[in-house]
């Protein structure tokens, strides 16, 4: 029962951070920002890792730990300084567009 009601919080709150984002922001964040490594669909390209299938809250979590400077990973070198200046409504659109691509 407890297993129901976790997946059930988890799931709304990935619904309502999905509404509250802009995803027309996040399409323009993602392909100025973004695509040039991850590939225009997310897909991933050489050490650059697929986004595409990833929920909001994974992706969100990630941004907010570059933006605090705090490494993840071989690529943290290219993601901190990306990351840095991006707002938390930035992240929120990023993370709602890229949870979208190929759905």
Known sequence: MLRI??????????????QAADLEA?????????AQCHGPKAQGM????????????????????????????????????NARNLSDEDIANLSGFISQIGK
């Open 5 to 18: 009601l976790m997946c059930a919080i988890t799931i709304a709150l990935t619904s309502t951070a999905l």
């Open 26 to 34: 996040g399409k323009k964040l993602f392909a100025n920002n973004c």
């Open 46 to 81: 050489a050490s650059f890792p697929s986004l595409a299938g990833r929920d909001a809250s994974y992706i969100q979590s990630r941004l907010e730990t570059y933006r605090a400077g705090e490494r993840v990973g071989a690529n943290s070198g290219l993601m901190i300084p």
